[in-house]
Nanobody, 115 residues
C-alpha cells in the first residue's frame, strides 16, 4: 500500500507558475500509474493529467500546453508543473496512484489563482 503527500500549492497570480510534488511512501511508485486530479469548490473531482508506469502521459484538454506531469521513480515522487495559470485553475489538487484505476489518494494541496 502506498501513502501519498502533496505539496507545493499556494496563492499565485494569473499567468504565474507553480510546481506541485507528490511524495510517496510505503511502496515504490514504479509499479503504479500516477495521476493528478483537482476539485474546485462546488464541482466534481476531475482528471488533470496521468503518467503511466512506462512514462506515457495523458492530459485534460483544459491543461494541454500549460501543465506537465513527470515522475522520478528514484525519488518516489511525481510532479505537476503548472504554467500560465488561470483563475479557473483554482482547486484542491490531489495525487493518485493505482494499477487498474486509481486506488490510492493523497489529501490534496490547495492552489489559488488570483490577483
Amino acid at each position: 500500500q502506498v501513502q501519498l503527500v502533496e505539496s507545493g500549492g499556494g496563492l499565485v497570480q494569473p499567468g504565474g507558475s507553480l510546481r506541485l510534488s507528490c511524495a510517496a511512501s510505503g511502496s515504490t511508485i514504479s509499479i503504479y500509474n500516477m495521476g493528478w486530479y483537482r476539485q474546485a469548490p462546488g464541482e466534481q473531482r476531475e482528471l488533470v493529467a496521468t503518467i503511466a508506469r512506462g512514462g506515457m502521459t495523458n492530459y485534460a484538454d483544459f491543461v494541454k500546453g500549460r501543465f506537465t506531469i513527470s515522475r522520478d521513480n528514484a525519488k518516489n515522487t511525481v510532479y505537476l508543473q503548472m504554467n500560465s495559470l488561470k483563475p479557473e485553475d483554482t482547486a484542491v489538487y490531489y495525487c493518485a496512484a493505482g494499477v487498474y484505476g486509481m486506488n490510492y489518494w493523497g489529501k490534496g494541496t490547495l492552489v489559488t489563482v488570483s490577483s
